[in-house]
């Protein structure tokens, strides 16, 4: 079995592991409702099977780590995406994604109705994303998120979303978001600070005894991933998360709350 290295030879697993910091979140299901108003253009609707193919596109290419199952090492508790060679084969493909049929809410009425039918059914065991994509009356479009948190959170599902936003809707490469999952651009190198940084200061234990240390020692574990923006035009959409209702003051959006889906 080979390592954080998908492109590696065909014939073998891959696995791909996730932060150590994940292991906590393994029991928790992340589920989000991104509701969209119709097109400003009334003779345009959203085309459901670009939203799929643009979904698709965006995870072979930035979110591989969504290819794969769930898996967890029995000894030290390490969560990581087993890829077999048929999963890294079907790519995309084999994720979960629903085309519902049309609906008779519009976009304004499922915000405030919360109804779960938008979502897809909970993840299986070893499942990393479920979608469901459903047309609204008025010509909006709901679609339904379900993950499994070790995978990402909010920040990083808002992130994803963009992403696709971008994809679905034609920008070009060089205006698209770089999505980068190197973890360990993210870790210490053992070093210490190079340049004077007055707002951070070494505080003396409180017996007075010298803290045995100046600095963070390098380290092996790789504790988030990373991103740069390019600059680009924004994007026309609005997210609505969907759960029960926390809401944000002159915002149409409801605050999710995390529950257990297992």
């Known amino acids: 079995m080979e390592t954080e290295n998908v492109s590696g030879s065909s014939d073998v697993d891959v696995l791909v592991p996730l932060s150590p910091m994940d292991a906590v979140l393994l029991s928790y299901g992340?589920?989000?409702?991104?509701?969209?108003?119709?097109?400003?253009?009334?003779?345009?609707?959203?085309?459901?099977?670009?939203?799929?193919?643009?979904?698709?596109?965006?995870?072979?290419?930035?979110?591989?780590?969504?290819?794969?199952?769930?898996?967890?090492?029995?000894?030290?508790?390490?969560?990581?995406?087993?890829?077999?060679?048929?999963?890294?084969?079907?790519?995309?493909?084999?994720?979960?994604?629903?085309?519902?049929?049309?609906?008779?809410?519009?976009?304004?009425?499922?915000?405030?109705?919360?109804e779960w039918s938008f979502m897809p059914s909970k993840l299986e065991r070893k499942e990393t994303v479920a979608i469901r994509c459903t047309p609204q009356a008025d010509g909006g479009v709901s679609v339904g998120i379900t993950l499994n948190?070790?995978?990402?959170?909010?920040?990083?599902?808002?992130t994803f979303m963009r992403a696709w936003g971008q994809r679905y809707s034609g920008v070009s490469k060089d205006h698209r978001l770089v999505i980068n999952h190197d973890r360990h651009l993210l870790s210490g190198t053992g070093r210490g600070s190079q340049l004077p940084h007055p707002a951070v200061q070494i505080v003396p234990a409180p017996s007075g005894e010298v803290i045995p240390i100046s600095f963070l020692p390098a380290t092996t574990q790789h504790i988030c991933s990373g991103r740069r923006q390019k600059p680009g035009p924004d994007d026309e959409h609005q997210e609505h998360d969907d759960d029960p209702p926390t809401r944000v003051p002159g915002s149409r959006s409801t605050i999710p709350e995390v529950r257990s889906h297992r």
């Open 149 to 158: 948190h070790t995978l990402m959170d909010g920040e990083g599902l808002f």
């Open 30 to 114: 992340f589920a989000v409702i991104y509701v969209f108003p119709p097109p400003l253009d009334a003779s345009k609707t959203f085309d459901a099977p670009k939203l799929q193919r643009s979904f698709q596109d965006l995870v072979n290419e930035d979110y591989k780590i969504f290819i794969g199952e769930l898996q967890v090492d029995a000894v030290t508790g390490r969560v990581s995406v087993l890829q077999t060679p048929e999963a890294r084969m079907r790519g995309a493909s084999g994720i979960r994604f629903e085309q519902q049929p049309g609906n008779s809410l519009t976009a304004d009425e499922v915000v405030r109705s919360l």
